[in-house]
């Protein structure tokens, strides 16, 4: 069983599993075959490394594999070099799933969502930058009723050795409102969500060090964007504090003698794409997209790298 970590100030962890490197079967994804595979992620070497890490936090189907590839593919064009880590996790599904990626950034079809964990090594000249991570959506919040009370009182050993890591880190959280399971409609859920940031993740946010970006993302299904540009930020961050009202006025810090309270984080928005269901020549359902204006990733990418 992996280890339960309670939300507060964790300590620096120490490896906490066993890591066994044998491959195992991988096309399954029963609730304890993904706790099996998330019990094998090897992070250790990873976080030693010191390199900055990018995690993208955000429930499922909330467009975090999609903001990965979009993000990979504007690095691609200034002058980035995108190599998937091959050392996260020995298994089948994993290596399949980094070949999935890597075959989908040269593509416009959107990336299965059947790919489960993804690492991804960002190198400029040589030197490696960054470590972007992908994590199954209920890692971060959990939908599913019969698996969210174990899952959403808990983090994973191997995201709470990341999060309590010396490595700089940025956060890029979904807002999730327009995904397959509406938050929109769904206050229990958008409250859940808060709860479980603020309970378990942001108190290991450093401050000083790391960075967090609340991400409007699928601006394109609201009135304030499109896939060319988003309109009215403005209005899109009122739009967001309106249903995530405790996580804007939780995070905040005092500043000059505590006379003034600044957000702790910044806020954008995103849109990976206009998405299209189709049928390939195989006869397999697949989604291709109509790519969003590199702008949206150009801002993403400054925001991630602003205190590096
Ligand atoms: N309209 C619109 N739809 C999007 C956008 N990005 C993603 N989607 C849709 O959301 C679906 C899920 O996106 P993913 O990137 O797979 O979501 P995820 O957060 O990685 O999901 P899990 O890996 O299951 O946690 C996609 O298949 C698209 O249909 C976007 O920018 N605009
Ligand atoms: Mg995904």
Redesign the pocket.
């Known amino acids: 069983m992996p280890t339960v970590v309670n939300s507060g100030n964790m300590p620096q962890t120490e490896p906490t599993q066993n890591v066994n490197t044998q491959s195992v079967e991988t096309t399954t994804s029963t609730p304890e075959q993904q706790e099996n595979i998330a019990s094998r992620i090897q992070v250790n070497q990873i976080v030693n490394q010191g390199v900055p890490i990018v995690v ?1 936090v ?13 993000l990979a593919k504007y690095l691609r064009t200034q002058g980035y070099t995108i190599r998937t880590d091959e050392t996260f996790l020995n298994t089948e599904q994993y290596r399949n799933d980094c070949a999935e990626f890597n075959d989908k950034l040269n593509t416009n079809v ?2 299965d ?1 059947t ?2 964990y993804l690492l991804i090594n960002v190198y400029k000249e040589g030197t490696e930058i960054a470590k972007l991570l ?5 890692d ?1 919040y959990d939908t599913d009723p019969t698996t969210a009370r174990k899952n959403n009182n808990r983090v994973l050993p191997y995201l709470a050795t990341i999060m309590t890591s010396a490595n700089p880190k940025s956060y890029v959280m ?1 807002l999730d409102l ?3 399971v509406s938050f929109r409609n769904n206050s229990y859920h958008r409250d859940s969500y808060t709860d479980r940031f603020l309970k378990h993740f942001y108190p290991n946010i450093h401050g000083r060090r790391d960075r967090i970006i609340l991400l409007y ?5 609201t009135p304030f964007g499109t ?1 060319h540009e988003c309109r009215d930020e403005k209005a899109a961050r009122h739009d967001a504090e309106l249903y995530y009202p405790q996580l804007f006025a939780t995070m905040k810090v005092k500043k000059f003698g505590g006379f003034a309270t600044m957000d702790n984080f910044v806020f954008k928005t ?6 299209a269901d189709e049928v390939d020549d195989h006869g397999k359902n697949i ?1 291709t ?1 109509n790519i ?1 204006n590199e702008i949206y990733p150009q801002i993403l990418w400054q925001e991630i790298t602003r205190k590096w």
């Not at 955000?58 to 979009?70: D, E, F, Q, T, Y």
């Not at 992908?134 to 209920?138: D, R, T, V």
Request: aromatic share 12%; hydrophobic share 45%; proline share 7%.
């Open positions: 993208f955000g429930p499922p189907a909330s467009g975090k594999s999609m903001i990965l590839v979009r959107a990336l969502g790919v489960k992908e994590a199954p959506g209920e971060f979904l327009d995904s397959k993302n699928k601006i394109d299904l896939i995103f849109c990976t794409g206009m998405f989604q997209y969003a």
